[in-house]
């Protein structure tokens, strides 16, 4: 059964950090293009940061130079580093993974975790 389950997330002070991760069975992340995603209430889901199978990276401008997302081979795990956060990063935040696809496009991501919250205040 293939699984990823997200978690780190929580409650946190503007100019904080949270790290978080994204833990995978079932399937290999290094074989993956593995996606970071959010929702904030009443907005769309957008794309946060990916990491391609050949460990090239891509952020979304409203994140790059604050999160930094890698990969744990051996753990299995994707990670999502936030530095600096801001209140308007505050969203459910999704990893999700493509077998076929290096894309920021979430159309062509079929695995989804189960989402963690993260809420900054100010």
């Known amino acids: 059964q293939v699984q990823l389950v997200e978690s780190g997330g929580g409650l946190v002070q503007a100019g904080g950090s949270l790290r978080l991760s994204c833990a995978a069975s079932?399937?290999?992340?290094?074989?993956?293009?593995m996606n970071w995603y959010r929702q904030a209430p009443a907005k769309q889901r957008e794309f946060v940061a990916a990491?391609?199978?050949?460990?090239?990276?891509s952020y979304a401008d409203s994140v790059k130079g604050r999160f930094t997302i890698s990969r744990d081979n051996a753990k299995n795990t994707v990670y999502l580093q936030m530095d600096s956060l801001r209140p308007e990063d505050t969203a459910v935040y999704y990893c999700?993974?493509?077998?076929?696809?290096?894309?920021?496009?979430?159309?062509?991501?079929?695995?989804w975790g189960q989402g963690t919250q993260v809420t900054v205040f100010s």
């Open positions: 999700a993974a493509s077998s076929n696809w290096a894309t920021r496009d979430q159309s062509r991501y079929d695995v």
């Open positions: 990491i391609f199978t050949a460990g090239v990276t």
């Open positions: 079932g399937m290999v992340v290094s074989l993956n293009a």
